[in-house]
């Protein structure tokens, strides 16, 4: 049974400091892998999907990594501003639905 | 374009109620999911239609729940009986198609049903 896993839970950094946030999932056969930002009461909003045969996308100051054999994918987060404070959420499709992480809660402070 | 919508936005209904919940996907998108989020579970999948075919409801918790894909666009999501352990966020999702590796989802904004 697929496990995703978010490390750390909960981040507080400064604005303009550039982060990692973590995703590691059990089994490696997966078509793709999704990170959403969730901001509070709120829907998810799609940030990036990495393909399998992917190893990273680019969208503006957000980059998402994928390593299928070991299990993990990283979103970094360039220059963060208060703006980024949110939940990031790591999903991956290994059938038709999505397995979510519980997340990583952000908060940049000014 | 219009993004995919869920009505109502909030619900609050008596334990033993039966409650509908409606979600418009993204025009021209044949796989729409129900997850659910709750404090305690994270996201959970619940069904998924695509297209014609019989909808996989494998991740329903209980035959209280069912849901309904009219004319391969609005869905309902009927839950009866209801109980507090109901209590959660119900996001909808669509995407192009089901299969694939570059099939990407679509969240709506979510229900929030609160069960007294």
């Known amino acids: 049974k697929q496990e995703v896993t978010q490390i750390p839970a909960a981040l507080s950094v400064p604005e303009g400091e550039n982060l990692v946030l973590n995703c590691s999932f059990t089994?490696?056969?997966?078509?793709?892998l999704q990170w959403f930002r969730q901001d509070p009461g709120k829907g998810l909003t799609s940030l990036l999907l990495i393909q399998s045969s992917q190893r990273e996308q680019t969208s503006g100051r957000l980059n998402a990594s994928l390593d299928k054999s070991s299990g993990r994918s990283t979103l970094y987060i360039a220059a963060s501003q208060p703006g980024d404070s949110a939940t990031y959420l790591c999903?991956?499709?290994?059938?038709?639905?999505?397995?979510f992480g519980k997340g990583t809660t952000l908060s940049v402070s000014s | 374009g219009a993004g995919v919508s869920q009505s109502p936005s909030n619900k609050v209904t008596e334990k033993g109620k039966d409650v509908e919940l409606r979600c418009d996907p993204i025009s021209g998108h044949t796989a729409l999911y129900w997850y659910r989020q709750s404090l305690g579970q994270g996201l959970e999948f619940l069904i998924y239609f695509q297209g014609n075919s019989a909808p996989d409801k494998s991740g329903l918790p209980s035959d209280r729940f069912s849901a309904e894909r009219t004319g391969g666009s609005v869905s309902t999501l009927t839950i009866q009986r209801t109980q507090q352990e109901d209590s959660a966020v119900y996001l909808c999702a669509s995407s192009l198609e089901a299969g694939g590796n570059v099939d990407e989802q679509f969240f709506g904004p979510g229900t929030r049903l609160t069960v007294l």
């Open positions: 089994d490696s056969a997966i078509y793709n």
């Open positions: 999903a991956v499709k290994g059938g038709t639905a999505l397995i």
